[in-house]
């Protein structure tokens, strides 16, 4: 919407400043409320059953705090980790990688939640990291196309205006995506190293 907003006005070099912090701030908020709604609908489709938009949402909404305590924190630590080297920020985004999904179904509490990511993906970092980078990528490919296809080599304000909002619809169905492979990794784990079935873990939603 904001992207629509800034396309339908004045473009500046203020504007576009302020919409690029704003954007940053608004998708990682926006994002942790997505993954608490998509971890319950994705639970709810391993079932067998089909959670509706409004009652996802509902499920994320209800998490509100504990998932932006969840999400600050870790995001705090990854940048740490990144300031001290890119390696151990990496390393830190492994470890926590299933933080919501944990927070969303077993509210264990903001530290707790991280902890709890750490020891599930403990053997599996590789693996996780491989989901990382390939949705990297496909974020990445996404886009490119998305700018060569409209920008071209002369865009015009028209074209500039047009990307903007096409990026921003890319850059949401990348974040879901994202949310999607969070919960089923979150899931997986959970199935992998303790043996619960989606039946049980879907009786917090209840």
């Excluded at 599930?120 to 496909?138: E, N, P, Y």
Aim: hydrophobic share 55%; with cysteine; glycine share 10%.
């Amino acid at each position: 919407v904001w992207a629509v907003v800034l396309a339908n006005g004045e473009l500046s070099l203020t504007s576009f400043r302020n919409y690029a912090l704003g954007s940053v701030i608004l998708a990682s908020v926006l994002n942790l409320i997505a993954t608490g709604a998509i971890t319950f609908g994705v639970f709810s489709q391993l079932r067998g059953d089909r959670a509706s938009m409004g009652r996802c949402m509902a499920v994320g909404l209800s998490r509100l705090f504990p998932i932006l305590g969840v999400g600050l924190l870790a995001g705090l630590c990854v940048l740490f980790g990144a300031l001290l080297l890119i390696v151990p920020g990496l390393i830190v985004l492994c470890m926590l990688w299933v933080a919501v999904p944990v927070a969303v179904v077993e509210r264990p509490g903001v530290v707790a939640a991280l902890k709890r990511s750490s020891e599930l993906t403990k053997g599996r970092r590789w693996t996780v990291f491989g989901i990382i980078v390939i949705l990297s990528i496909i974020g990445y490919v996404a886009n490119l196309a998305v700018k060569k296809t409209i920008m071209g080599d002369e865009p015009s304000l028209d074209d500039v205006k047009i990307f903007l909002i096409a990026s921003a619809l890319v850059s949401g169905l990348i974040g879901a995506l994202g949310a999607v492979a969070n919960a089923v990794g979150y899931h997986d784990l959970r199935v992998s190293r303790e043996g619960v079935d989606v039946e049980w873990l879907s009786r917090v939603f209840e």
